[in-house]
Nanobody, 127 residues
Framework: QVHLVESGGGLVQAGGSLRLSCAAS????????MGWFRQTPGKDREFVAG????????VYADSVKGRFTISRDNAKNTAYLQMNSLKSEDTAAYYC????????????????????WGQGTQVTVSS
């Protein structure tokens, strides 16, 4: 099991930026693809971005392409989500998740395949 802890959420004005971090511990970080998801009350958890084990492949939801950037530092066992040009519709609880994959370039977007989840961090964008 990978233990994940998110940080970096908060309140920001529309057009602003935030950087979320996800610190991992417990297992070999490079065995896992990492994903960021978000959820608002009454809605299903939504894929935001994902990154492969080595960081060579990334996938983004259409709604965040060109504004969000996912990255990882395997030496620090940490994944990041840089969020720019934030909009009110980005308001949500953001979760990082770890996906044990065997293909180095694989990034999956379905929440149910992810093995471990963080506790979430709230992002609120005021308009």
């Amino acid at each position: 099991q990978v233990h994940l802890v998110e940080s970096g959420g908060g309140l920001v004005q529309a057009g602003g930026s935030l950087r979320l971090s996800c610190a991992a511990s417990g297992r070999t970080f490079t065995n896992y693809a990492m994903g960021w998801f978000r959820q608002t009350p009454g809605k299903d958890r939504e894929f935001v971005a994902g990154i492969s084990r080595g960081g060579s492949s990334t996938v983004y939801a259409d709604s965040v392409k060109g504004r969000f950037t996912i990255s990882r530092d395997n030496a620090k066992n940490t994944a990041y989500l840089q969020m720019n040009s934030l909009k009110s519709e980005d308001t949500a609880a953001y979760y990082c998740a770890a996906d044990r994959v065997y293909k180095s370039a694989l990034v999956r977007t379905i929440p149910n395949v992810y093995d471990d989840w963080g506790q979430g961090t709230q992002v609120t964008v005021s308009s």
